[in-house]
Nanobody, 125 residues
Framework: QVQLVESGGGLVQAGGSLRLSCAAS????????MGWFRQLPGKEREFVAS????????DYADSVKGRFTISRDNAKNTVYLQMNSLKPEDTAVYYC??????????????????WGQGTQVTVSS
């Protein structure tokens, strides 16, 4: 069982930066692939980024490549999402999630067994 708590959301102007954090409970954090998803207003939840259990591999949605960076610190049981050059269309509730490590850097929402409660990111124009 893994419990996930996101933090770091807020209001930022277009072009600005935010760093989201997701703290995980339990001693098996390094056994999980970690991902970030987001839900834009009126839309379904979508994949943003994922990182392998070791941090050696990562994958990104095309819409955030070059602007967002996912990282993890297994000693701190925490995964991060650094978001730069933010755009109004990045406004969403951002969720972190954990999947079994054998899924690799999966983008498939259904393969993530554990989810945080979400944190709101609002980018003003």
């Amino acid at each position: 069982q893994v419990q996930l708590v996101e933090s770091g959301g807020g209001l930022v102007q277009a072009g600005g930066s935010l760093r989201l954090s997701c703290a995980a409970s339990g001693r098996t954090f390094s056994s999980y692939t970690m991902g970030w998803f987001r839900q834009l207003p009126g839309k379904e939840r979508e994949f943003v980024a994922s990182i392998s259990w070791s941090g050696g591999s990562a994958d990104y949605a095309d819409s955030v490549k070059g602007r967002f960076t996912i990282s993890r610190d297994n000693a701190k049981n925490t995964v991060y999402l650094q978001m730069n050059s933010l755009k109004p269309e990045d406004t969403a509730v951002y969720y972190c999630a954990a999947a079994a490590k054998w899924y690799g850097t999966t983008k498939r929402e259904l393969q993530y067994a554990y989810w945080g409660q979400g944190t709101q990111v609002t980018v003003s124009s």
